[in-house]
């Protein structure tokens, strides 16, 4: 039914786009109509791909380094309360400052290649992976800490078997965010400075006026958001079935 609907929209939006371009002239350079922009998608399809690939693995690796980073972190903030105090301003700090006005640091720091486009694909994307597993590890119920206290049960035994599954649904949560932005640093970076990618790819058909391959990278960008979308929602359906069940 929402599926149908949001179909039914896009396409009422795509129909109507097309007829206001055809009416009232406007040049192809300043709004191609959807019809050049999905024919564009087909034949540069190659050249589209290509630089979807190097796009796509600075940001997995970003989301990589992320996770690998994030998940500890918020563990020890949550293990270590005056740690929590500690780090949280510097996580404040790092999205309080525009990534864009990071972009050209990094890429001094770490050159055009695929280093700068993974560093700021991690900063961006850690954040959210850690505030919200944090958050997820203090909304458990104290009494059950108390429970397995009364047990005697290790902290690593308690959050095996009591935190970790409670905060799944906010982990969860943290990483639809997480993808949903994650190519926000990898693309920035790109425009900042690189050679390859959707965001240079971009940068040069803006310069020569080929505002019809720019739309035709963000759709693929916008498809590859969409499927990082799906496939943790996907994951978040298959470890939190019990979650589902109860709701249903």
């Not at 690939?53 to 690998?68: H, M, N, P, R, W």
């Not at 505030?131 to 458990?140: A, C, E, N, P, R």
């Not at 932005?181 to 240079?200: D, F, H, K, N, P």
């Not at 019809?212 to 079935?241: C, I, N, P």
Request: with cysteine.
């Amino acid at each position: 039914m929402y599926r149908r609907t949001s179909l039914l929209v896009v396409a009422v939006v795509l129909l109507a786009w097309e007829a206001l371009v055809r009416t009232l002239g406007i040049p192809k350079f300043i709004l191609p109509p959807p019809s050049l922009i999905l024919s564009t998608c087909f034949y540069q399809a190659p050249l589209l791909f290509e630089n979807t690939l190097i796009t796509a693995v600075e940001i997995f690796l970003g989301l990589f380094i992320s996770l690998a980073i994030s998940i500890p972190l918020a563990i020890a903030m949550f293990r270590f309360p005056g740690m929590e105090a500690a780090v949280t301003p510097f996580l404040v700090i790092s999205q309080a400052i525009p990534i864009f006005a990071l972009a050209p640091l990094l890429v001094i720091w770490f050159g055009y290649g695929l280093i700068s486009k993974v560093v700021m694909a991690t900063i961006v994307i850690f954040f959210p992976l850690t505030v919200s597993l944090h958050s997820g590890f203090k909304q458990v119920d104290p009494d059950y800490g108390v429970l397995f206290d009364l047990l005697d049960a290790p902290f690593r035994k308690k959050m095996r078997l009591l935190y970790w599954p409670a905060a799944l649904p906010s982990f969860f949560a943290g990483l639809k965010m997480a993808v949903a932005v994650a190519t926000i640093g990898a693309v920035l970076g790109e425009w900042v400075g690189s050679q390859r990618g959707l965001g240079y790819l971009m940068i040069q058909m803006n310069a020569r006026l080929r505002t019809d391959m720019l739309f035709a990278a963000l759709v693929w960008l916008s498809a590859m958001g969409m499927g990082l979308w799906f496939v943790v929602s996907k994951l978040e359906k298959r470890f939190l079935f019990w979650l589902n069940n109860t709701k249903g």
